[in-house]
């Protein structure tokens, strides 16, 4: 079956502390893969996207994650966390083969990272 | 470009009564996504639009639930006899191509309160 977990609902870190927030799918093709940011009251932000072409991608605001196959993961970090950071974060995959289909994003459950000053 | 915007942004109604949303894209957009967000979970994909054409449904989408895009620019989703279970954030998105890495970009979202 095709899903994706985000293992931690809740991550509270200090401010300028690294952040860690965990991704795992669960897919019989290699998948699309994609981290959106939800702050309070605002839309959907794109943060990054794996595109195939690095296994490493560099998103906005100083993001990043990494695509391991092997573990079939794509963790999202980032060095040091601002206040600003504080928002809820998902995992968002595109799972099948065919280039031409709908495009479906299927989201997992969220994280909410909490920033302490 | 002013980016998705979706209206109303809230809406409380009594169950059983019927509801439309609206969801106007980016221009030249030809994807239309429409996806739900209950509390405390992900959105969930419910239908998509390329053009003017519904090409996919979920099965969350129930009979009292219709969309349309006509003309291929904006949408409406509307749902007849409310429920208090489709309390929930619709959420609109909208990409300019149909490659797998294309981004949604989001709207605000409507939330929808069913007393």
């Known amino acids: 079956a095709q899903s994706v977990t985000q293992l931690d609902s809740h991550v509270s870190v200090s401010e300028g502390t690294p952040v860690l927030l965990r991704c795992n799918y669960s897919s019989s093709y290699s998948p699309s893969l994609f981290w959106y940011v939800q702050h309070p009251n605002k839309g959907l932000q794109l943060l990054l996207k794996y595109t195939s072409a690095a296994t490493l991608v560099k998103g906005i605001n100083g993001f990043e994650a990494e695509f391991k196959k092997s573990e079939t993961s794509f963790h999202l970090t980032k060095p040091s966390a601002h206040m600003s950071d504080a928002a809820e974060y998902f995992c968002v995959v595109i799972f099948g083969l065919n280039n031409n289909a709908g495009n479906m994003l299927t989201f997992g459950g969220g994280t909410r990272l909490m920033v302490k000053p | 470009d002013t980016g998705v915007s979706q209206n109303p942004r809230h809406k409380i109604t009594k169950r059983g009564q019927n509801v439309t949303f609206r969801c106007d894209p980016i221009?030249?957009?030809?994807?239309l996504y429409w996806y739900r967000q209950t509390l405390g979970q992900g959105p969930e994909f419910l239908t998509y639009?390329?053009?003017?054409?519904?090409?996919?449904k979920s099965r969350l989408l129930s009979d009292r639930f219709s969309a349309e895009r006509p003309k291929g620019s904006f949408s409406t989703l509307e749902i007849q006899r409310t429920e208090q279970g489709d309390s929930a954030m619709y959420l609109c998105?909208?990409?300019?191509?149909?490659?797998?890495?294309?981004?949604?970009?989001f709207g605000p979202g409507t939330r929808l309160l069913v007393l």
């Open positions: 998105a909208s990409s300019l191509g149909v490659q797998r890495q294309e981004t949604q970009y």
């Open positions: 221009s030249e957009h030809n994807r």
């Open positions: 639009f390329q053009n003017e054409a519904q090409l996919e």
